[in-house]
């Protein structure tokens, strides 16, 4: 049973880091690529990034390129999303996602961690 | 990066049929799968329709998918009011390396 455990989410200041950890369990995770995607509060749903299964490739969307850095570390079996000099906009709910057979496309969700930027 | 197209809302009464569509381009939807999600208040999406036509897990037959071109549909037959839920598109662009997102489609079963 495939199992996403997001965790590190909070109210932080804008200009800020905050580094959000994802444990899996359940699959292989050194053979699947790996996803956040985040919703903000009455909005829907914004891809975020994607790691490959070895963590050689990362792919960012356009909006976050620079600011956030997606990680993995496969002997642990976790994925990582630092987040950098956030801002108001990026208070959303973040989801780990696990990729559908290396496609692109989401196969399973984690439940979510709440980031909240607020002054 | 534009955000694939699909209608706000939809609704239909209860056992009618409904469709939800969702519109892209040659680089995402006209090159590779589309997969379909469900998401009801307060709960992570959940995977519907994956490789644009074929149920995941165990989804009711209800729920169908095609494709055709650089659109696709979700079909929900025998419409329940726990259908009631968000629905959201979803496809991996081979010419910008991202995976889009529909802007999502609410769903009311009067």
């Known amino acids: 049973q495939v199992q996403l455990v997001e965790s590190g989410g909070g109210v932080v200041q804008p200009g800020r880091s905050l580094r959000l950890s994802c444990a899996t369990s359940g699959f292989t995770f050194n053979r699947n690529a790996m996803h956040w995607v985040r919703q903000a509060p009455g909005k829907g749903l914004e891809w975020v990034a994607v790691?490959?299964?070895?963590?050689?490739?990362?792919y960012y969307a356009d909006s976050l390129k620079g600011r956030f850095t997606i990680s993995r570390d496969n002997s642990k079996n976790t994925l990582h999303l630092q987040m950098n000099s956030l801002r108001i906009e990026d208070t959303a709910v973040y989801y780990c996602?696990?990729?559908?057979?290396?496609?692109?496309?989401?196969?399973?969700w984690g439940q979510g961690t709440l980031v909240i930027v607020s002054s | 990066q534009s955000a694939l197209t699909q209608p706000p809302s939809v609704s239909a009464a209860p056992g009618q049929r409904v469709t939800i569509s969702c519109s892209g381009s040659?680089?995402?939807?006209?090159?590779?799968?589309v997969c379909w999600y469900q998401q009801f208040p307060g709960m992570a999406p959940k995977l519907l329709i994956y490789?644009?036509?074929k149920g995941f897990s165990v989804i009711s037959e209800r729920f169908s998918g095609s494709k055709s071109g650089t659109s696709a549909t979700l079909t929900i037959t025998g419409l329940q009011t726990g259908d009631e839920a968000d629905y959201y598109c979803?496809?991996?662009?081979?010419?910008?390396?991202?995976?889009?997102f529909g802007g999502g489609t609410k769903l009311t079963v009067l």
């Open positions: 790691t490959s299964y070895d963590g050689s490739n990362q």
């Open positions: 490789d644009s036509n």
């Open positions: 979803a496809a991996w662009d081979s010419s910008l390396s991202v995976t889009m």
């Open positions: 996602a696990k990729d559908l057979a290396n496609s692109g496309s989401v196969e399973y």
């Open positions: 040659s680089s995402n939807i006209g090159r590779n799968h």
